[in-house]
């Protein structure tokens, strides 16, 4: 019940606890009438500014500045009545007030002058500076269009007072001043502090990390602007105070190419729609989203169904006339209020901006929404190389492709899509299923085109190659053996066999692809195994029909020596070397199975069946001069070297590969021989040789356009290589394009997706991009909702998650997720000592986030699972956490209890050393004693608590030079009491003298410095 001050004042400051939002608006609205009933100007006034306070972050700003005038009537009435913080609030509100006037189109020019007036009166009045008057003078030129350098000067040039905007704020109002002159480069210096956390506040750095992404772009920062989007969308989404950003955030996705992740967070967003208390804002939210929105509707998928104001469905077309003729009658109303086009002519050159990059920015996160878009970018790729011109004739296109496929070139892909798309239209438009049909077909093909059947035949072998590229193994199988009766049914013995060949090996591609993708995908140490449970999981292996296999390579032989005696039938060189690589195909991936783990002398019944196979293709290849062919053979062998550990020989054989291709002209064959040697660098510790080959594999697929080249997986490689080299932001680069690339292959790599993801979080938390990596591992659990990620994968992505959240500071939120994790644990029948390490881990965060009940009862779980599946460290650290906020947060009554959690810490480690004899623990106990020093302390009780922290500095002397910089810390704590509680000044002194010669001679210079400081505090 609200009827005492007291009452009020108190929901006053639980409703100031809450986040910005709906809530805590309409709770504001009903405490000022609350206060009302009291005749009382300290809780009218709190509740008032309260109330202002919330509509400024609710995107209510329009609404201020009737609850502004209600609070100057009561400081002109009773300014005494005002507390010290009200009475500062009263002049620093005149700022948003200006603004809110300022941001609505229905208040006059002349309305919004006199306010400045009004507000420069006033702070002459009251002795404060002017400077916070020219800022707002400044606002409205640039707002206007008129005078804006003046102004700018007026403003910039005076010194800061206490009623300034905060530093932050501050130079992202100078940033954006360069950027409306057109200087990026100037802007992003003026940035810099807060772009860096240097300088920030409650709103900064992500307000100028959303204004920021742009200019980052045209600047070629690329690794900057990923990040920015990252962390300023992070702290944006879903918040109406913060439109304007989520609409920068969309602009940025539309312009960076990543259109999918823009529609996403509209759909996230939707609500904005709705905002209406912020015109400025909501104008700028609205352009926004339709640069997006007209940037899809210019590609051509106008009927693309998408999020837009709730109550209705929408496609690109309906919401695009939607945006247009709300946000141009918007700006409308500006330019009439202001007597100027600036605010029209800023829009205008928003919609007018199109995409910055060839290639989409790969952000490390995952847009599910319309997945139609991310395998075809808007953003057109800039054409590497001249490519093989189509000839109209269809003679002269069919033959073309047949002598590009017999090279291997990749162009040849391109001219069977056109063949079979000319030949299946010149079938629908013949008679269907008559004898002219035939003859129209046949004349189609020409006299030098062989017969119609070869066609048909050819086109199925193509149907099956799609179809193995997909993944659809009885599809390919079933379309080669429909080549194979083609082909056979035409007298064409040769190519029915080697299609007959190919579909006894088809299958084997599943095994061959899902191990290349596994390349570069290990498991993120933690709740993760390897493969994601901790066992291997797999179809079961197709069987070799080796009998089969015998008998095409003799009907080969057979058909060989009829051609090489100039009969017939017989069999093509490249139809012969088929059936040999099919064989050499087979036993490779024979010998790969059954090679031990470690790799070491294989079964030597498929060691000499791959001897013999990958010989016979190998000769057979070079005598008939095929260089793709031989090259093949050749990576067969480097591979099998590879697993075997034989690194130095596969690396040469490789690099002869190389080398062959080059020299034969046929470069589009380089890059899985170069991805390969990249791989066998980066296994050797090689590193930067690593980086240089598989970068020349991508450049060359890329160039070459070779749409079935594992593009993720050697991108996840090189993000492997690049890290171990130290070149962070390079692996940072590679992990979120292999992550795209995943996306890209659709729900079935959904879960390489994910691994890669991790691997990219950990590294983003490696390089204290802790924010990034948040963002990274939310998207991770945002497609948890679909399903068919491993339960092992989305436990470890909520563990990291759950610690980075931590690590932020947003405990309330760590403690959500360490509690959802725990709850998937209970479930688990293995790897149980999980269920105590996150239940130590919840309860840390339970406490961090004052959920004490919550926390204790965590704690209670944390110890229990302890006596069954112990993991001291973790629990050694919750106990210790537990004392130490127990005695800040209950001061000299809290020490008991603080003392119970030690001696529970202590008892962890005894245990620990009678069941493990020998194990080092010298850190749970040196910081126990720490921990101790510090409750002490807070009790008054210093002898003691010196006591302890000697204890703590001869237990850290234990951990050798690892301990040195926690030791220095107990040293300064034990010197602090020594000196100032115990009045020990000189033994104080000497303590620290002591502990920061230490330090310098350990190269410790940021500690010494910590120490002499205190000694020099000390002395005075």
Same mark, same amino acid.
């Given at each position: 019940?609200?009827?005492?001050?007291?009452?009020?004042?108190?929901?006053?400051?639980?409703?100031?606890?809450?986040?910005?939002?709906?809530?805590?608006? +309409?709770?504001?609205?009903?405490?000022?009438?609350?206060?009302?009933?009291?005749?009382?100007?300290?809780?009218?006034?709190?509740?008032?500014?309260?109330?202002?306070?919330?509509?400024?972050?609710?995107?209510?700003?329009?609404?201020?500045?009737? +609850?502004?005038?209600?609070?100057?009537?009561?400081?002109?009435?009773?300014?005494?009545?005002?507390?010290?913080?009200?009475?500062?609030?009263?002049?620093?509100?005149?700022?948003?007030?200006?603004?809110?006037?300022?941001?609505?189109?229905?208040?006059?020019?002349?309305?919004?002058?006199?306010?400045?007036?009004?507000?420069?009166?006033?702070?002459?009045?009251?002795?404060?500076?002017?400077?916070?008057?020219?800022?707002?003078?400044?606002?409205?030129?640039?707002?206007?269009?008129?005078?804006?350098?003046?102004?700018?000067?007026?403003? %910039?040039?005076?010194?800061?007072?206490?009623?300034?905007?905060?530093?932050?704020?501050?130079?992202?109002?100078?940033?954006?001043?360069? !950027?409306?002159?057109?200087?990026?480069?100037?802007?992003?210096?003026?940035?810099?502090?807060? !772009?860096?956390?240097?300088?920030?506040?409650?709103?900064?750095?992500?307000?100028?990390?959303?204004?920021?992404?742009?200019?980052?772009?045209?600047?070629?920062?690329?690794?900057?602007?990923?990040?920015?989007?990252?962390?300023?969308?992070?702290?944006?989404?879903?918040?109406?105070?913060?439109?304007?950003?989520?609409?920068?955030?969309?602009?940025?996705?539309?312009?960076?190419?990543?259109?999918?992740?823009?529609?996403?967070?509209?759909?996230?967003?939707?609500?904005?729609? *709705?905002?209406?208390?912020?015109?400025?804002?909501?104008?700028?939210?609205?352009?926004?989203?339709?640069?997006?929105?007209?940037?899809?509707?210019?590609?051509?998928?106008?009927?693309?169904?998408?999020?837009?104001?709730?109550?209705?469905?929408?496609?690109?077309?309906?919401?695009?006339?939607?945006?247009?003729?709300?946000?141009?009658?918007?700006?409308?109303?500006?330019?009439?209020?202001?007597?100027?086009?600036?605010?029209?002519?800023?829009?205008?050159?928003?919609?007018?901006?199109?995409?910055?990059?060839?290639?989409?920015?790969?952000?490390?996160?995952?847009?599910?929404?319309?997945?139609?878009?991310?395998?075809?970018?808007?953003?057109?790729?800039?054409?590497?190389?001249?490519?093989?011109?189509?000839?109209?004739?269809?003679?002269?296109?069919?033959?073309?492709?047949?002598?590009?496929?017999?090279?291997?070139?990749?162009?040849?892909?391109?001219?069977?899509?056109?063949?079979?798309?000319?030949?299946?239209?010149?079938?629908?438009?013949?008679?269907?299923?008559?004898? /002219?049909?035939?003859? /129209?077909?046949?004349?189609?093909?020409?006299?030098?085109?062989?017969?119609?059947?070869?066609?048909?035949?050819?086109?199925?072998?193509?149907?099956?190659?799609?179809?193995?590229?997909?993944?659809?193994?009885?599809?390919?199988?079933?379309?080669?053996?429909?080549?194979?009766?083609?082909?056979?049914?035409?007298?064409?013995?040769?190519?029915?066999?080697?299609?007959?060949?190919?579909?006894?090996?088809?299958? @084997?591609?599943?095994?061959?692809?899902?191990?290349?993708?596994?390349?570069?995908?290990?498991?993120?140490?933690? /709740?993760?195994?390897?493969?994601?449970?901790?066992?291997?999981?797999?179809?079961?292996?197709?069987?070799?029909?080796?009998? %089969?296999?015998?008998?095409? @390579?003799?009907?080969?032989?057979?058909?060989?020596?009829?051609?090489?005696?100039?009969?017939?039938?017989?069999?093509?060189?490249?139809?012969? @070397?088929?059936?040999?690589?099919?064989? &050499?195909?087979?036993?490779?991936?024979?010998?790969?199975?059954?090679?031990?783990?470690?790799?070491?002398?294989?079964?030597?019944?498929?060691?000499?069946?791959?001897?013999?196979?990958?010989?016979?293709?190998?000769?057979?290849?070079?005598?008939?001069?095929?260089?793709?062919?031989?090259?093949?053979?050749?990576?067969?062998?480097?591979?099998?070297?590879?697993?075997?550990?034989?690194?130095?020989?596969?690396? =040469?054989?490789?690099?002869? +590969?190389?080398?062959?291709?080059?020299?034969?002209?046929?470069?589009?064959?380089?890059?899985?021989?170069?991805?390969?040697?990249?791989?066998?660098?980066?296994?050797?510790?090689?590193?930067?040789?690593?980086?240089?080959?598989?970068?020349?594999?991508?450049?060359?697929?890329?160039?070459?356009?070779?749409?079935?080249?594992?593009?993720?997986?050697?991108?996840?490689?090189?993000?492997?290589?690049?890290?171990?080299?130290?070149?962070?932001?390079?692996?940072?680069?590679?992990?979120?394009?292999?992550?795209?690339?995943?996306?890209?292959? *659709?729900?079935? %790599?959904?879960?390489?997706?994910?691994?890669?993801?991790?691997?990219?979080?950990?590294?983003?938390?490696?390089?204290?991009?802790?924010?990034?990596?948040?963002?990274?591992?939310?998207? /991770?659990?945002?497609?948890?909702?679909?399903?068919?990620?491993? =339960?092992? +994968?989305?436990?470890?992505?909520?563990?990291?998650?759950?610690?980075?959240?931590?690590?932020?500071?947003?405990?309330?939120?760590?403690?959500?997720?360490?509690?959802?994790?725990?709850?998937?644990?209970?479930?688990?029948?293995?790897?149980?000592?999980?269920?105590?390490?996150?239940?130590?881990?919840?309860?840390?965060?339970?406490?961090?986030?004052?959920?004490?009940?919550?926390?204790?009862?965590?704690?209670?779980?944390?110890?229990?699972?302890?006596?069954?599946?112990?993991?001291?460290?973790?629990?050694?650290?919750?106990?210790?956490?537990?004392?130490? @906020?127990?005695?800040?947060?209950?001061?000299?009554?809290?020490?008991?209890?603080?003392?119970?959690?030690?001696?529970?810490?202590?008892?962890?480690?005894?245990?620990?050393?009678?069941?493990?004899?020998?194990?080092?623990?010298?850190?749970?106990?040196?910081?126990?004693?720490? =921990?101790?020093?510090?409750?002490?302390?807070?009790?008054?009780?210093?002898?003691? &608590?010196?006591?302890?922290?000697?204890?703590?500095?001869?237990?850290? =002397?234990?951990?050798?030079?690892?301990?040195?910089?926690?030791?220095?810390?107990?040293?300064?704590?034990?010197? !602090?009491?020594?000196?100032?509680?115990?009045?020990?000044?000189?033994?104080?002194?000497?303590?620290?003298?002591?502990?920061?010669?230490?330090?310098?001679?350990?190269?410790?210079?940021?500690?010494?410095?910590?120490?002499?400081?205190?000694?020099?505090?000390?002395?005075?």
């Amino acid at each position: 019940m609200l009827n005492s001050i007291d009452a009020v004042m108190t929901a006053l400051r639980e409703n100031d606890d809450r986040p910005y939002g709906r809530q805590r608006t +309409v709770t504001a609205e009903e405490l000022v009438d609350a206060a009302e009933q009291f005749d009382d100007t300290a809780v009218r006034a709190m509740a008032l500014l309260e109330l202002m306070e919330a509509y400024e972050y609710d995107g209510e700003r329009s609404k201020s500045p009737v +609850v502004f005038a209600r609070v100057l009537k009561l400081w002109d009435a009773d300014p005494d009545g005002f507390g010290e913080w009200s009475q500062q609030q009263v002049f620093w509100r005149f700022k948003w007030v200006a603004t809110s006037l300022l941001g609505t189109p229905d208040v006059p020019l002349a309305a919004i002058r006199r306010w400045h007036d009004e507000m420069r009166s006033r702070y002459r009045a009251a002795g404060h500076g002017l400077q916070p008057y020219y800022a707002q003078r400044f606002h409205l030129a640039a707002h206007l269009g008129e005078d804006v350098q003046d102004a700018y000067e007026l403003w %910039a040039g005076r010194p800061r007072t206490e009623l300034s905007d905060c530093h932050a704020c501050e130079i992202r109002a100078r940033a954006v001043h360069h !950027l409306r002159q057109g200087d990026d480069a100037t802007a992003l210096d003026v940035w810099r502090p807060v !772009l860096g956390g240097e300088a920030t506040c409650a709103e900064e750095p992500y307000v100028s990390h959303a204004q920021a992404l742009l200019p980052l772009l045209r600047q070629g920062r690329l690794d900057e602007a990923r990040s920015s989007h990252l962390v300023g969308y992070r702290f944006a989404r879903g918040k109406s105070g913060l439109a304007r950003s989520v609409g920068l955030h969309i602009e940025f996705c539309a312009l960076s190419g990543n259109e999918p992740r823009g529609l996403e967070l509209l759909a996230e967003n939707r609500d904005l729609f *709705g905002m209406t208390g912020d015109p400025v804002s909501r104008l700028d939210f609205l352009t926004g989203v339709e640069v997006l929105i007209a940037g899809l509707a210019r590609a051509g998928h106008g009927e693309l169904t998408v999020s837009g104001p709730p109550g209705a469905s929408w496609t690109v077309d309906t919401l695009l006339a939607h945006l247009r003729t709300e946000a141009d009658a918007l700006a409308a109303r500006f330019d009439a209020r202001n007597g100027t086009a600036a605010v029209s002519g800023r829009r205008r050159d928003r919609l007018a901006r199109r995409p910055l990059l060839a290639e989409p920015l790969a952000l490390g996160v995952r847009a599910a929404a319309a997945p139609e878009l991310a395998a075809v970018p808007v953003v057109p790729a800039v054409p590497a190389r001249e490519t093989e011109p189509e000839p109209e004739d269809f003679t002269a296109l069919l033959l073309r492709a047949r002598e590009l496929q017999l090279v291997g070139h990749p162009d040849a892909d391109r001219l069977w899509k056109r063949i079979a798309e000319r030949f299946t239209a010149a079938e629908e438009s013949a008679a269907e299923g008559s004898a /002219v049909e035939e003859g /129209v077909l046949q004349g189609l093909l020409g006299a030098d085109a062989g017969p119609l059947g070869q066609l048909r035949a050819e086109l199925a072998e193509r149907r099956a190659h799609d179809a193995l590229d997909r993944g659809d193994w009885v599809e390919g199988t079933a379309q080669l053996l429909a080549a194979g009766g083609l082909y056979r049914r035409e007298g064409l013995v040769g190519q029915a066999l080697a299609a007959r060949t190919r579909a006894l090996v088809a299958e @084997l591609v599943r095994d061959d692809e899902d191990d290349e993708e596994d390349e570069g995908t290990d498991g993120v140490e933690g /709740v993760d195994g390897a493969d994601g449970t901790g066992e291997p999981v797999a179809a079961p292996a197709p069987v070799i029909d080796w009998a %089969a296999l015998d008998a095409a @390579l003799a009907r080969a032989e057979e058909l060989a020596a009829t051609s090489a005696a100039g009969g017939a039938p017989g069999i093509t060189d490249d139809d012969y @070397l088929v059936v040999l690589q099919c064989r &050499a195909y087979a036993a490779h991936q024979e010998l790969v199975r059954a090679l031990p783990e470690p790799p070491e002398q294989p079964p030597a019944e498929q060691a000499a069946r791959f001897a013999a196979a990958v010989t016979a293709y190998r000769e057979a290849a070079a005598e008939r001069g095929s260089a793709r062919r031989l090259a093949v053979a050749r990576q067969y062998r480097a591979d099998a070297a590879a697993r075997q550990g034989r690194l130095d020989e596969a690396a =040469e054989e490789l690099r002869a +590969v190389v080398a062959e291709l080059e020299q034969a002209g046929q470069p589009w064959h380089t890059p899985r021989a170069y991805g390969l040697l990249g791989q066998v660098l980066l296994q050797s510790g090689e590193s930067a040789g690593a980086v240089e080959a598989l970068h020349r594999a991508l450049a060359a697929a890329a160039r070459w356009a070779d749409e079935t080249y594992p593009f993720a997986a050697t991108y996840v490689m090189a993000g492997h290589a690049n890290a171990q080299l130290g070149d962070t932001g390079a692996a940072i680069r590679a992990f979120s394009e292999a992550a795209s690339r995943f996306d890209r292959k *659709g729900p079935e %790599a959904a879960e390489d997706a994910a691994r890669t993801r991790l691997q990219l979080a950990d590294l983003l938390t490696g390089a204290d991009r802790t924010a990034d990596a948040v963002a990274v591992l939310e998207s /991770v659990l945002a497609d948890a909702a679909t399903g068919g990620l491993n =339960e092992r +994968v989305l436990a470890q992505a909520r563990l990291d998650l759950a610690r980075g959240l931590f690590a932020l500071d947003e405990d309330r939120d760590a403690a959500e997720e360490f509690l959802r994790l725990a709850a998937v644990l209970e479930g688990w029948t293995e790897d149980l000592h999980l269920r105590t390490m996150v239940a130590a881990e919840a309860a840390v965060a339970l406490v961090h986030a004052d959920r004490w009940e919550a926390a204790h009862a965590a704690r209670t779980r944390a110890l229990a699972a302890h006596e069954q599946w112990p993991q001291p460290g973790p629990v050694s650290t919750m106990l210790r956490q537990f004392a130490r @906020l127990t005695a800040q947060k209950e001061g000299p009554d809290g020490v008991e209890s603080a003392l119970a959690r030690l001696a529970e810490a202590d008892a962890v480690r005894e245990r620990l050393e009678r069941e493990e004899p020998g194990v080092e623990t010298w850190y749970p106990r040196a910081a126990v004693h720490y =921990e101790r020093t510090r409750v002490y302390a807070v009790a008054g009780r210093y002898e003691e &608590a010196l006591a302890e922290a000697d204890r703590a500095i001869a237990a850290y =002397e234990e951990g050798g030079e690892q301990a040195e910089t926690p030791r220095a810390e107990a040293v300064r704590l034990a010197a !602090l009491i020594e000196g100032t509680d115990l009045g020990r000044v000189a033994a104080a002194r000497q303590r620290l003298t002591t502990a920061a010669e230490r330090c310098r001679a350990h190269g410790l210079e940021e500690a010494a410095e910590i120490l002499t400081d205190l000694r020099e505090r000390l002395a005075d």
